[in-house]
């Protein structure tokens, strides 16, 4: 039931998401697009990795799996080419992945530690994989 612990969190619009908002703590995390699961996630620190990585609007994908993915998905370049550097990321290509994920819901449980976000995250991807873990 990892799943159902994330899925009744409150769900918050990731361009009027405020990084005071989101725990310092480790935890989970998930990002919904109408309504359908399209990501899971952990984090040392929920704060900098959602308040950080995510809401960015740089061109850099290439510390980033979800910004790759979505790379992918909206057929910019490979998720592999461009963690590889084989491709550069364009400011118009960024601005798509932004553009997309701004179109996202974002939802979290913060944990206890580290372990415990991993473990969740792990019971969660063997529950449901999104797609865009899928990549």
């Known amino acids: 039931m990892s ?3 994330i ?8 361009p009027q998401l405020q ?4 725990p310092r703590s480790a935890g989970v995390y998930a990002f919904y697009r109408d309504g359908e699961r399209m990501y899971v996630g952990k984090a040392r620190s929920l704060q900098s990795r959602v308040g ?4 960015g609007k740089g061109a850099s994908m290439t510390n980033s799996a979800l910004r790759r ?3 992918q998905l909206l057929g910019i370049a490979a998720a592999a080419d461009v963690k590889a550097r084989r491709y550069r990321t364009t ?3 960024a601005g798509r992945v932004t553009a997309w994920l701004s179109g996202c819901e974002f939802a979290w449980v913060a944990c206890a530690s580290p372990a415990e976000a ?6 969660m991807r063997v ?3 999104p797609p865009l873990n899928r990549l």
Not at 19 to 22: A, F, G, T, V, Y
Not at 118 to 123: I, P
């Open 127 to 129: 529950e449901f994989r």
């Open 118 to 123: 991993l473990e969740l995250e792990t019971a």
């Open 52 to 55: 950080g990585q995510y809401s």
């Open 19 to 22: 990084k005071r908002e989101i």
């Open 7 to 14: 899925d009744g969190a409150a769900r918050h619009r990731v």
């Open 91 to 93: 400011i118009a290509g």
């Open 3 to 5: 799943w159902a612990r």
């Open 69 to 71: 993915n979505v790379c």
